[in-house]
């Protein structure tokens, strides 16, 4: 994630945004690589896989996800093709749902899940236990329990009470059950601090420089019922580089190899995690699938050269770059307001139906997203604006800065490219706004996947 509060708006001389945005030729166009691959313009109307914007909202309401299909299940294919000899596992915290499950399981992926909810979520879609991975730096007992009697692939455990844990619940139940070590390489990823994860200081892993992850290995394979297949290590989320994955490898590399020599155990997996970046806006270039499997398999093999040590079976999960590209949030929008500013100039406010609750990133991580209007053609000037939601708080922000046509006004449709990951998933009932439901758009066919929250969603927790 890149933040550019520095470049904030100012000045009189036509509105300013900050250095990386610039004003479109056109403001009525699609900049196509923030878009999925069925998303196109006419005459001013977005439409995707057939659907046009306008049918979506009359049929389903806003503020809504619309997700192209095909295009989710073309980036699931892209990573598993690229990456064909390794396991790539769909990281469902992006998003996750029935729906999407199957097309995870259907395009031949691996499922990662990190609580019980999430479990539950795959099994409903009867996704097969033995290629789900189980994360979550606190599962409890009830969830591991589960996840052991159900056979998942792999846990990926990430604390000493967690061996405990399992250790005791696989004496109980007489089985055995294939275990990782979340390690941290000691990694500074070059992403927003939330959302970085190999660091030391941080809940995450076994710290390979403090020692933990060596003893997590020995308590493992002394421990009778669970079965060391590897390492594991996700350095953070929406990385462009690879050279964070490069440095954790190394490391990662050298402790198998330590293991091996030391203790004479051969693990027959690496996982190198998630967290490749996708183009929210202009200024984000993310790497194609084929150039990210070319680079990374590379460096876990000249390691492992290097090492002297065979080269483990490499897993990925990809969450973000699978999902995200693939979904829209259309809005409606409700009222606009001009905002003066120091120094003369004004800053146009569009609010729409949703907001915070259906896309807290902005919040969260200054996160920057793009929006079109999606309903008509504007022979207007593209002006500075921001889009807002409807929450009560000042940070509501779904879109900091975008130029968008100055005729913009109530009922015309906005729509924001780049929302399929973390939106949903993180989405929440602030004040008591439904959440939205996610349509899914494949061949000029939208069917709900996740229908919408109703009032009487809302008040169904209320004890009366
Ligand atoms: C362990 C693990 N794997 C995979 C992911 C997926 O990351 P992303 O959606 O950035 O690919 C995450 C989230 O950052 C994670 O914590
Ligand atoms: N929620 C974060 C990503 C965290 C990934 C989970 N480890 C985001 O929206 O960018």
Request: glycine residues 10%.
């Amino acid at each position: 994630m890149r933040s550019h509060e520095a470049g904030a708006l100012h000045g009189q001389a036509g509105h300013r945004g900050p250095a990386w945005l610039h004003h479109p030729d056109d403001v009525n166009q699609l900049v196509e690589h923030l878009w999925s691959r069925n998303a196109a313009k006419a005459d001013g109307v977005l439409t995707v896989a057939g659907e046009s914007a306008p049918e979506l909202a009359e049929e389903f309401g806003t503020p809504l996800y619309v997700v192209d299909e095909d295009d989710f299940r073309h980036r699931a294919r892209a990573f598993r093709d690229a990456f064909s000899g390794a396991d790539v596992f769909y990281a469902g915290k992006a998003f996750l749902c029935v729906a999407a499950a199957r097309w995870v399981a259907e395009e031949g992926l691996n499922l990662d899940v990190c609580t019980g909810g999430e479990l539950a979520v795959a099994l409903k879609a009867e996704f097969p236990p033995a290629r789900i991975a189980f994360h979550g730096n606190n599962k409890s007992e009830a969830e591991l329990r589960r996840a052991i009697e159900i056979g998942v692939g792999r846990i990926i455990v990430d604390s000493f009470d967690e061996i405990d844990r399992l250790a005791s619940i696989v004496t109980e139940l007489g089985v055995t059950a294939k275990v990782m070590v979340r390690v941290t390489a000691g990694v500074e990823a070059h992403t927003h601090e939330y959302i970085s994860t190999s660091h030391e200081d941080q809940k995450f892993g076994f710290s390979i420089a403090g020692g933990q992850a060596l003893e997590a290995v020995r308590r493992i394979t002394s421990a009778t019922g669970l079965q060391l297949c590897g390492l594991h290590s996700h350095i953070g989320s929406q990385i462009f580089v690879t050279d964070g994955f490069e440095v954790a490898a190394r490391r990662v590399l050298r402790l198998h190899a330590e293991v091996e020599r030391e203790l004479g155990v051969t693990m027959p997996d690496l996982d190198l995690g998630g967290g490749f970046g996708i183009a929210y806006t202009t200024q984000d270039d993310p790497r194609a699938p084929e150039d990210l499997a070319r680079e990374i398999t590379k460096i876990v093999d000249d390691e492992c050269h290097a090492l002297e040590i065979g080269v483990p079976k490499l897993s990925i999960e990809p969450g973000r770059a699978i999902v995200g590209p693939s979904t829209f949030t259309l809005y409606t929008v409700g009222t606009t307001k001009e905002v003066a500013l120091d120094g003369g100039a004004s800053r146009r406010y569009v609010a729409v139906d949703g907001g915070m609750s259906d896309n807290i990133r902005a919040a969260l991580y200054s996160a920057d997203y793009s929006a079109t209007l999606a309903s008509r053609t504007s022979e207007a000037p593209g002006i500075l604006s921001r889009v807002v939601g409807k929450h009560c708080e000042s940070g509501d922000v779904v879109v900091k800065d975008e130029y968008l046509p100055a005729d913009l006004g109530p009922g015309d449709l906005l729509a924001v490219p780049g929302t399929g990951a973390y939106c949903r998933s993180l989405a929440s009932n602030y004040n008591h706004v439904p959440r939205p439901a996610v349509v899914a758009v494949r061949a000029g066919e939208a069917r709900v996947v996740v229908r919408r929250e109703t009032e009487d969603d809302l008040l169904a927790l209320d004890v009366v």
